[in-house]
C-alpha cells in the first residue's frame, strides 16, 4: 500500500505561483512512478507533468514553460512548481503513483487550486 498526501493549493491571482508537494509514504520501495493530473470541473482528469522511465520530464502542453515537476528522494516527495498561473489552470491537483509488480495506481486526496482576481 502507498499512501499519498498533497499539499499547496489554494487561491492565487493570475500570473502568480504555487508550489504543490505530495508526501508519499508505506510501501514507498515499490513504488515505479509518481507524476502530477489535473482535473477541471467538467473535464477529464489530465497529465500534467511527469517523470519519463529515463529521468527527464514531460507535461502538458498547455503548462510547458510554466510548471515543474520535481522530486527529493530522500523525503519521498514530489513537487509541482506552478508560475504565470491562469485562470484555465484552475483545477483539483492529484499526486499519482504506480507501485508494485501488478503496477496498482494510487491517488492522493487531490488538492484545489483556484486562479482568480
Known amino acids: 500500500q502507498v499512501q499519498l498526501v498533497e499539499s499547496g493549493g489554494g487561491l492565487v491571482q493570475p500570473g502568480g505561483s504555487l508550489r504543490l508537494s505530495c508526501a508519499a509514504s508505506g510501501s514507498i520501495f515499490s513504488i515505479k512512478a509518481m507524476d502530477w493530473y489535473r482535473q477541471a470541473p467538467g473535464k477529464q482528469r489530465e497529465l500534467v507533468a511527469a517523470f519519463t522511465s529515463g529521468g527527464s520530464t514531460v507535461y502538458a502542453d498547455s503548462v510547458k514553460g510554466r510548471f515543474t515537476i520535481s522530486r527529493v528522494n530522500a523525503k519521498n516527495t514530489v513537487y509541482l512548481q506552478m508560475n504565470s498561473l491562469k485562470p484555465e489552470d484552475t483545477a483539483v491537483y492529484y499526486c499519482?503513483?504506480?507501485?508494485?509488480?501488478?503496477?496498482?495506481?494510487?491517488w492522493g486526496q487531490g488538492t484545489q487550486v483556484t486562479v482568480s482576481s
Open positions: 499519482h503513483a504506480i507501485a508494485g509488480t501488478a503496477r496498482i495506481n494510487y
